[in-house]
Nanobody
Framework: QLQLVESGGGLVQPGGSLRLSCAAS????????IGWFRQAPGKEREGVSC????????NYADSVKGRFTISRDNSKNTVYLQMNSLKPEDTAVYYC?????????????????WGLGTQVTVSS
């Protein structure tokens, strides 16, 4: 079964930073766009950021633009989400998922190989 694995979550104070990683062990990410999604308690899952398979196309939700940066290292079969200037409203479980080549507007229904998620908590 194809599945991605997230890591890097944790507890951080407002204004702090975290870097999330999304890795695959059973397939290569080279031909996939990778999206980061998050879900807070009582809220719907939302798309946060996505990077196309060629690494040149990146998408961000308005709420994270200028604070989050997505990148990929195909030699390590890993996609990263650098999160800076974190706010309490960024608290959520963060998931990564894959779709073929393009980000498809970060519509979750087009994505598969979902990971189990990593918890990010922003609190003082």
């Amino acid at each position: 079964q194809l599945q991605l694995v997230e890591s890097g979550g944790g507890l951080v104070q407002p204004g702090g930073s975290l870097r999330l990683s999304c890795a695959a062990s059973s397939f290569t990410l080279d031909y996939y766009a990778i999206g980061w999604f998050r879900q807070a308690p009582g809220k719907e899952r939302e798309g946060v950021s996505c990077i196309g398979s060629n690494g040149n196309n990146t998408n961000y939700a308005d709420s994270v633009k200028g604070r989050f940066t997505i990148s990929r290292d195909n030699s390590k079969n890993t996609v990263y989400l650098q999160m800076n200037s974190l706010k309490p409203e960024d608290t959520a479980v963060y998931y990564c998922a894959a779709t073929a080549v393009y980000c498809k507007g970060m519509r979750a229904g087009y994505f598969g190989a979902w990971g189990l998620g990593t918890q990010v908590t922003v609190s003082s």
